[in-house]
């Protein structure tokens, strides 16, 4: 076992245990890929969860992860699952990107689409599109 895979095993736990489909682990060029696909948010926000524990600001350049809810197409609801705060809609799928919009907490949001498994492209309800990071979205 490498020693990137020692640093995130709890990551590559919750993801196995949280039942993620089709779970890749791989290593290339020091960064450690962990994918997959499951059917529920809930499952996705457990391997988040573990690597926040890890990397609380989720800035991280060594790891990778790319779990898919499947079953989520473009038009479904999603909610904005913020600890406090409103969740910030960008230009770009980067934190450095404009703001071009806002959701607060709790409020719905439209699915455009996973543009990555960090970033989702979504609309709010005053028809804003903008990327949002997913950790904040739950189906």
Known sequence: MSTLQDKYASVISAAQSAGVS?????EQDGILYVSGSTTSSAAKDAVWN??????????????NVDV?????AAGASLKVATESSNLNLRQEPSTEA???????KGASVTLVEQSSD???KVKNSDGVEGYA???YLEA
Do not use: F, H, P
Request: charged share 15%; proline share 0%; hydrophobic share 50%.
């Open 68 to 72: 898919q809810v499947a079953g989520l």
């Open 133 to 135: 990071y997913a950790r």
């Open 98 to 104: 404009a703001v071009v919009g806002k959701a607060a």
């Open 22 to 26: 089709n779970l890749q682990v791989s």
């Open 118 to 120: 960090e970033w989702w």
């Open 50 to 63: 573990a690597l926040g524990a890890i990397d609380s600001t989720y800035s991280a350049s060594d790891i």
